[in-house]
């Protein structure tokens, strides 16, 4: 899959297009790719996606901007493994915000990214201050000659999949709706980095991924699964959060301590699958009681990823 950012130069294909932000990479996102790569497959176009990066209410409105489901390598890698031959990363700044529905249009979608074939959800609004609608799309496309298609909403169980619904199951611990509406175990991938190396000393060795997002959509403590320390997978127990026993910083932190692993981790990037929340971050009034809770923690994960 190819990846230009910022101003893209003209594309040597014509596209088929599909816009928004796609994080999580969702069903309802994915019953868009799956329309969007098989109507390139019939016109003879190359598949793209257009994605913005930040968030534009990380821009405008940054403290009550939405916590992000996935950092942009975790999108780009959820868009391949749909088939995606192409995706463009707009920069999202206050400049590119001011264009007009008409200039978003002619340049972005005409001239620099080429589209022939342009699919989009229903509520879609583009343009500055959001004036472009599915009627102004509909008579842009008339004007400069390509087809345009509405995605309808995509439901489970009856509730409308959105990024915004995946959040709420994540944030109440409900892994396993998080999965339905996701299509998949929630996880977040990383680079092992440096830390305080205190798990090493309560007995119970962690390693501290590097995380990307804007601040995690979940915490707690949790049984996982994951992938990169070696061949498979490797079961073990999680911490995201504040570590309010260790710290009073307030900086989130990705910890995991992998069962029965030996072995170098510092630099490898890992993926974190989160399988069931085990409870919520405590804080102990010793590093003893701590190191007594998380063998305890680690006797229920062992349980729930023999179930599993």
Same mark, same amino acid.
């Given at each position: ?21 796609? #994080? ?7 019953? +868009? ?10 016109? !003879?176009? +190359? ?29 780009? &890698? ?23 529905? #008409?200039? /978003? ?18 509520? /879609? ?7 472009? #609608? ?7 496309? &008339? ?8 995605m309808p909403t995509?439901?489970?169980? *009856? ?12 944030? %109440? ?31 119970? %060795?962690?390693? *501290?991924?590097?995380?990307?997002? *804007? ?22 127990? %999680? ?9 009073? *910083? ?12 030996? !072995? ?9 699958? /989160?399988? %069931?929340?085990?409870? #919520? &971050?405590?804080k102990y009034p ?23």
């Amino acid at each position: 899959m190819q990846v230009t950012r910022g101003l893209a130069p003209r594309l040597d294909r014509p596209v088929a297009l599909t816009i928004g932000n796609f #994080d999580g990479v969702h069903k309802g996102h994915q019953q +868009m790719l799956k329309r969007l790569v098989r109507a390139a497959q019939t016109h !003879g176009l +190359m598949s793209c996606v257009l994605t913005f990066e930040p968030h534009p209410r990380e821009l405008f409105t940054p403290a009550s901007a939405p916590t992000r489901l996935t950092s942009l390598r975790e999108k780009l &890698e959820l868009l391949a493994e749909q088939g995606v031959e192409h995706v463009h990363v707009q920069r999202f700044s206050r400049a590119f915000a001011a264009l007009s529905p #008409d200039e /978003f249009v002619e340049r972005v979608l005409v001239e620099s990214l080429r589209a022939r074939w342009v699919l989009v959800g229903e509520d /879609f609004r583009y343009g500055a201050r959001r004036m472009g #609608d599915w009627a102004a799309l509909q008579r842009a496309a &008339e004007r400069h000659g390509f087809t345009v298609e509405a995605m309808p909403t995509v439901t489970e169980d *009856n509730q409308r999949v959105s990024s915004s619904a995946v959040r709420a199951a994540l944030a %109440a611990g409900d892994l396993a709706q998080a999965e339905r509406l996701l299509g998949r175990r929630y996880s977040i991938s990383g680079r092992v980095v440096h830390g305080r190396k205190l798990g090493r000393e309560l007995g119970f %060795a962690t390693a *501290n991924v590097q995380m990307k997002h *804007n601040r995690p959509p979940l915490s707690g403590i949790f049984a996982v699964r994951v992938y990169g320390a070696g061949e498979g997978a490797c079961d073990g127990v %999680a911490s995201l959060g504040l570590r309010p026993t260790i710290t009073a *910083n307030g900086h989130p932190t990705l910890e995991v301590h992998l069962f029965d692993f030996h !072995g170098e981790l510092y630099g490898r990037h890992l993926r974190v699958e /989160f399988l %069931a929340k085990i409870r #919520d &971050e405590e804080k102990y009034p010793d590093l003893e009681t701590l190191k007594a809770q998380i063998a305890r923690d680690c006797e229920i994960a062992r349980e729930i990823l023999e179930s599993h």
